[in-house]
Nanobody, 112 residues
Framework: EVQLVESGGGLVQPGGSLTLSCAAS????????MMWVRQAPGKGLEWVST????????YYADSVKGRFTISRDNAKNTLYLQMKNLKPEDTAVYYC?????RGQGTQVTVAS
């Protein structure tokens, strides 16, 4: 059974940083494309970032480019999203995603 468990969210002030983690199980994590998506209050899902297997090429939405970094630790079956210079508009529930499966999400709130 595929399982994705996100953690690391919280309340942070504008300009602050957070690192999200996603523990994966039930599939061959090291050979899988993984992504982060988010859903802000009252809005639809928004793609944030993708990381490929192998060389680990990464891609980012324009809204987070230069501020967020996606990475993976295949030995730990864990996906990360390092977020810096957070803005109020980054407030959302963040989900890691494999194929069409998402975890339960972790809330990120950016407010003073």
């Amino acid at each position: 059974e595929v399982q994705l468990v996100e953690s690391g969210g919280g309340l942070v002030q504008p300009g602050g940083s957070l690192t999200l983690s996603c523990a994966a199980s039930g599939f061959t994590f090291s050979s899988t494309v993984m992504m982060w998506v988010r859903q802000a209050p009252g809005k639809g899902l928004e793609w944030v970032s993708t990381i490929y297997s192998g060389a680990g090429s990464t891609y980012y939405a324009d809204s987070v480019k230069g501020r967020f970094t996606i990475s993976r630790d295949n030995a730990k079956n864990t996906l990360y999203l390092q977020m810096k210079n957070l803005k109020p508009e980054d407030t959302a529930v963040y989900y890691c995603q494999y194929s069409t499966t998402r975890g339960q999400g972790t809330q990120v709130t950016v407010a003073s």
